[in-house]
């Protein structure tokens, strides 16, 4: 069994979902919960609802991995470095505790709960009830998406702590060949 935390990162709300994956790929969930933040509250104080929210459920759940949404380009530029910020939140807290880190993008997560990478949330949505047997979509669409990020790191088979990384998707090959280009 596969414990994973999913992370569908933000300022304003930050979901947060935890299933526990067999082998077979059945899916069961273990928790999910929207870290909230008012805007008008400082970035510092955002930023710390979101990390102790964050400590808390890898306190208290014990994930074997975590899950966060890569980002990509938006046009709302504020949306990106909130976005941003809570994710870098996310990384701390897992580095801090040797957890393997996977990063998916939207297309990536669509493509493997739904089959299509361009589903709509409501597909997205649907499909994480049906795969963890829930009577209706987690709301709001944050809690819906962490699952689905969760769900997505399980299926594409996440190493455990310290293992090799497993095959990558094309969409992980072209990122993993950015990520190294930008550092030399």
């Not at 400590?55 to 975590?66: E, F, I, N, S, V």
């Not at 990063?103 to 493509?111: D, G, Q, R, Y």
């Not at 997505?152 to 088979?157: L, T, V």
Request: aromatic share 2%; hydrophobic share 50%.
């Amino acid at each position: 069994m596969l414990r994973v935390l999913g992370i569908d990162p933000g300022l304003t709300r930050c979901g947060v979902g935890i299933v526990d994956v067999a082998p077979d790929r059945s899916a069961t969930l273990v928790h999910v919960s929207v870290i909230r933040t008012g805007p008008e509250e400082s970035i510092e104080l955002r930023l710390l609802a979101v990390a102790r929210g964050i400590a808390a459920a890898l306190d208290t759940y014990q994930p074997d991995a975590l899950a966060v949404e890569r980002m990509f380009a938006q046009h709302n530029l504020r949306t990106v470095i909130g976005t941003a910020q809570a994710s870098g939140v996310a990384l701390a807290a897992a580095a801090e505790r040797g957890l393997p880190v996977g990063l998916h993008t939207p297309s990536e997560v669509k493509a493997a709960v739904t089959g299509y990478g361009n589903a709509e949330k409501a597909q997205v949505g649907a499909m994480v009830a049906r795969v963890l047997g829930l009577a209706s979509v987690p709301k709001p669409a944050d809690a819906a998406d962490a699952l689905a990020l969760a769900i997505c790191h399980a299926w594409r088979g996440a190493p455990a702590a310290g293992a090799p990384t497993g095959d990558l998707t094309p969409a992980q090959r072209a990122w993993r060949r950015a990520e190294a280009a930008s550092r030399s």
